[in-house]
C-alpha cells in the first residue's frame, strides 16, 4: 500500500498527485489516505474504479519543477481509533 497524507478535503473529495495514483496502478498497490486523524484505504482491485475525474490542467510542485495532475476520490474515512495516531 502507498500511503498519501492530504491537508484539505474539497466538495467532498481529496486530490492525489498522479505520479502515487500512477506507481500504485503499476505496482497493483491499493492507497492509503490520511488527514490528520482519519484514514481512507482504497484496495487495489478497487483503485480505477473509484476514480471520481481527474484535473483539467496540471499542477506546479512546491518543491521541483515538475508539474502533476490530481486524480480526484471521494472522502470516505473509515472510523478509526483515535489512539492509533497519538
Known sequence: ??????????QGQVGIRDKY??????????????KENEIMIIPAE???????GVSEKPFKDRFSE????????DWKPMQVNKTLFE
Open 1 to 10: 500500500m502507498i500511503e498519501i497524507k492530504v491537508k484539505t478535503i474539497w
Open 21 to 34: 495514483v500512477q506507481e500504485a496502478l503499476k505496482q497493483k498497490n491499493g492507497l492509503i489516505i490520511r
Open 46 to 52: 478497487e483503485l480505477e474504479a473509484k476514480i471520481k
Open 66 to 73: 515538475k508539474q502533476h495532475f490530481l486524480f480526484y476520490f
